[in-house]
């Protein structure tokens, strides 16, 4: 993203291609499931539909944008190191909106996530600069 930004397409554009050929790609195996199975059982109604547009809308077209745009702008190596954030996120938005349990094992993930994050964060001449102390000594 970073690379095509740069020279001529806006991360918007980009995005916008990546989900139409995810698209596509995707319609002959939506299609073949649509046939093999009941669909009976699935609900219908005016909220479930409004859900399934909001989940369109916000964290799949919203967020990949947002997403998309702040690669542009730092660059895909800073960018990768909060993608680990992810399951951070989604674990609280259950714990908060759907009243999930937070368990141990989640923190201790937690943890090992915020420490990755944030030694991946760190300049590498200030790891470097430590190395070296360290060897020294």
Do not use: H
Not at 108 to 132: H, L, P
């Amino acid at each position: 993203i970073k690379k095509a930004t740069d020279n001529q397409f806006p991360s918007a554009l980009l995005t916008l291609y990546a989900y139409a050929i995810a698209s596509f790609l995707y319609l002959p195996m939506a299609l073949w499931e649509q046939m093999s199975l009941d669909w009976s059982g699935i609900a219908t109604d005016f909220w479930s539909w409004i859900m399934l547009i909001y989940l369109g809308i916000f964290p799949t077209a919203i967020a990949s944008l947002i997403w998309n745009r702040g690669i542009s702008i730092l660059g895909p190596g800073p960018c990768s190191i909060y993608m680990n954030g992810i399951p951070v996120v989604a674990s609280l938005t259950a714990l908060l909106v759907l009243n999930e349990p937070l368990l141990l094992i989640q923190l201790i993930g937690f943890m090992f996530i915020a420490s990755g994050i944030i030694m991946g964060s760190q300049s590498s001449d200030k790891t470097v600069k430590q190395r070296e102390k360290d060897v020294a000594v």
